[in-house]
Nanobody, 116 residues
């Protein structure tokens, strides 16, 4: 199984950028379908971007398409979420997930707050 640790969250002004990291250990993340989710209080986690195994394109939800970019670094065994043109409604806890077959693994999350 893979252990995931997210980082990179923080407070940013509207229009700003952040880059979230999700570093894996115990297994290689390229062996998994990797995803980014976010969650606000009282709401379920919502998927933002899905990166299948190498060789296929990333899928984004409409609300982040064109602003967020998911990437993978096989050397660092990590996936990233570059977030640009951030809006107050992007404020949430952000999580990465690794999926393989019927198994899924979550990181602990990192908080992003977009506010002036």
């Amino acid at each position: 199984q893979v252990l995931l640790v997210e980082s990179g969250g923080g407070l940013v002004q509207p229009g700003g950028s952040l880059r979230l990291s999700c570093v894996g250990s115990g297994d290689t993340v390229r062996n998994y379908t990797m995803s980014w989710y976010r969650q606000t209080p009282g709401q379920e986690r919502a998927v933002l971007a899905v990166m299948p195994r190498p060789g296929t394109a990333v899928t984004y939800v409409n609300s982040v398409k064109g602003r967020f970019t998911m990437s993978r670094d096989n050397v660092e065994n990590a996936v990233y979420l570059q977030m640009n043109i951030l809006k107050p409604e992007d404020t949430a806890a952000y999580f990465c997930k690794a999926t393989k077959g019927n198994s899924e693994y979550w990181g602990q999350g990192t908080q992003v707050t977009v506010s002036s």
